[in-house]
């Protein structure tokens, strides 16, 4: 019996990676019957046989998992965003911060295209990446084409598992491609009509940059927030988590009781207008969610 990790997941196979080869696999029925699905990243137990093929036999237990992209056991996220083509948008942004805090995985903001961006609008991209670096986000502003800026995500991607997310468009594979010229993952142009890249990776895989394991994911424009409690959505925000017990009564919303701390320093330029705004609008979402029976 092996053990290993999962780094491709494609037409019913899982890839398995253990003492630096590479076993094709399968998963048991038994997992089809409970229901459970092995995900890249999961770390296994698999039966070898002939061939560098096997069955995998038992998932260990996961640190995390995202659903959408479907990956588990990620040390951080990589967000990316650009300034522009598709134009930067803080509110997307927050929704993939406030799912990555809810699933307490660190997050690393990288901004593309920056040379894309007029004056005025490059002024107000990095206003708005200022909150982000004052809330203890790391903030990088990297090309493609810019080995010296490439380099600056050396360290942050060096003995981690990393998933780079993002809307489509914003240089996820590209990024990766420059990352590592060997890859030569597909790239889409981005849609004049739609404002968006097309979806060119269509599986979740690990790949090997620098020294870490970093997955390229299918792109995509929203996300749900449907794990996500009421209750718990503060704590997605650092600034309103490091303020909630301050509040005067306990379980405060932050919306309209008297005696908000959340709301005081809002009003005191101590919490970003935007964030907030943002808060306020994703608790709306959650509250009219259907409830699950």
Same mark, same amino acid.
């Given at each position: 019996m092996l053990e290993g990790r999962i780094i491709k997941a494609l037409s019913g196979f899982y890839y398995v990676k253990t003492h630096n080869q590479i076993y094709q696999t399968r998963g048991r029925g038994l997992f089809r019957n409970q229901s459970i699905k092995p995900l890249v990243g999961d770390l296994v137990k698999?039966?070898?046989?002939?061939?560098?093929e096997g069955y995998i036999t038992e998932i260990l237990p996961r640190r995390n998992e995202l659903i959408r992209p479907p990956i588990a056991n990620?040390?951080?996220?990589?967000?990316?965003?650009?300034?522009?083509?598709?134009?930067?948008s803080p509110l997307l942004l927050d929704r993939f911060l406030v799912l990555l805090e809810a699933k307490q995985i660190h997050a690393v903001i990288v901004i593309s295209k920056m040379d894309l961006a007029a004056t005025e609008k490059l002024a107000e991209v990095r206003s708005t990446?200022? $909150?982000?670096? =004052?809330?203890?986000?790391p903030v990088l502003s990297l090309s493609?084409?810019?080995?010296?800026? +490439?380099?600056?995500? %050396?360290p942050h991607i060096n003995n981690k598992v990393s998933v780079i997310a993002g809307q489509s468009g914003v240089g996820k594979s590209t990024l990766i491609n420059a990352l590592d010229e060997t890859l030569e993952l597909e790239t889409g142009a981005i849609s004049k009509s739609l404002g968006r890249g097309r979806h060119t990776t269509r599986h979740v895989e690990l790949l090997e940059v620098y020294e870490g394991l970093v997955a390229d994911t299918p792109g995509f424009s929203s996300i749900d927030f449907s794990d996500i409690e009421l209750q718990s959505l503060s704590?997605?925000?650092?600034?309103?988590?490091?303020?909630?017990?301050?509040?005067?009564?306990r379980g405060?919303?932050?919306?309209?009781?008297?005696?908000? $701390?959340?709301? =005081?320093?809002?009003?005191?330029?101590?919490?970003?207008?935007?964030?907030?705004?943002?808060? +306020?609008?994703?608790? %709306?979402?959650?509250?009219?969610?259907?409830?699950?029976?």
């Open positions: 698999f039966d070898a046989r002939e061939e560098m990620i040390d951080q996220a990589i967000v990316m965003s650009s300034a522009e083509n598709p134009s930067f990446l200022n $909150a982000y670096e =004052a809330l203890g986000y493609a084409h810019n080995h010296d800026e +490439l380099q600056k995500l %050396e704590s997605c925000f650092p600034e309103i988590r490091n303020r909630q017990d301050d509040c005067k009564f405060c919303s932050h919306r309209t009781e008297p005696g908000c $701390a959340v709301k =005081a320093a809002v009003e005191a330029q101590e919490i970003a207008t935007f964030r907030y705004n943002h808060y +306020l609008r994703f608790y %709306e979402e959650i509250q009219s969610r259907k409830p699950r029976y």
